[in-house]
């Protein structure tokens, strides 16, 4: 087997903006010729919605209850598997051992997840409320808003532990450890407030807990709130958090 020589790297911290858009531009190629990922972007997330609301026909309400928490913890989860593979695989054949800035890797990816998050959540919220009959009290493009937050602060999260896998099945192995705990943890299954306060304060630092409060009060309230304000502040604080994280973190290519 030959081993690939990597080129020079850039090492300046500035963002190119021509590289960070050819780069997401790239990345936006050859999604295209991935018929089975743009299934998973779009597909998958509608399609479990859609399960869910006839899972719950013979129970009233309850879809209204979590769909549309559902709605933002759905499309975090298949951006964040998606994203942290599609960066894996491209470190391990070497693609990422190009004269370019981790920045502009990073910011280039984000930018293509980001468009993609932002189809994939329309099209996720448009089914939800205008199809499957999803009774919000506030906008639906505040819904819209929080589920593209939600899936944006999924990729930032599939991009930093990318860094940490040396294979697509650790990417995967990476979602109990960072996934699992904030699903079992944000408020979906029994509010925050009625956990063992130990539980309760770890709640309180997990970024999706905000995105499932945040439904929550577009869920409930017709105006936006103070709390409203302050979950997508957290979410989207934390998404760019992640991503500067990321690029720090980011390696050329896999061992």
Not at 8 to 36: C, I
Not at 96 to 122: E, R, T
Not at 205 to 227: F, I, K, Q, R
Request: aromatic letters at 6%; charged letters at 10%.
């Amino acid at each position: 087997m030959t081993t690939r020589t990597a080129p020079p790297v850039a090492t300046g911290r500035a963002l190119n903006p021509s590289r960070t858009a050819a780069t997401a531009a790239r990345v936006l190629r050859q999604l295209h010729h991935d018929p089975r990922t743009i299934a998973l972007l779009l597909i998958v997330p509608v399609a479990m919605i859609t399960l869910l609301r006839y899972v719950f026909d013979g129970a009233p309400g309850t879809f209204d209850a979590i769909g549309a928490s559902l709605l933002g913890v759905f499309p975090l989860i298949t951006m964040f598997l998606v994203t942290s593979i599609a960066t894996l695989r491209e470190r391990t054949s070497g693609t990422l051992a190009l004269p370019l800035g981790k920045g502009d890797l990073i910011a280039g990816y984000a930018l293509a997840f980001g468009a993609i998050a932002v189809v994939q959540s329309a099209l996720a919220t448009a089914v939800s409320v205008w199809l499957l009959g999803l009774d919000v009290t506030g906008s639906p493009w505040l819904l819209l808003l929080v589920a593209l937050l939600d899936a944006l602060l999924g990729t930032a999260l599939g991009l930093f532990v990318s860094a940490f896998a040396a294979s697509e099945f650790q990417a995967v192995q990476f979602m109990p450890a960072v996934i699992f705990p904030q699903l079992l943890l944000c408020g979906l299954f029994i509010p925050r407030d009625r956990m063992h306060p130990a539980l309760e304060a770890i709640s309180n630092v997990l970024p999706m807990s905000y995105a499932v409060d945040g439904m929550n009060e577009v869920l409930h309230h017709s105006d936006l709130t103070g709390a409203f304000l302050r979950d997508i502040a957290v979410v989207a604080g934390s998404a760019l958090l992640v991503l500067c994280l990321g690029a720090i973190t980011l390696r050329r290519r896999t061992p």
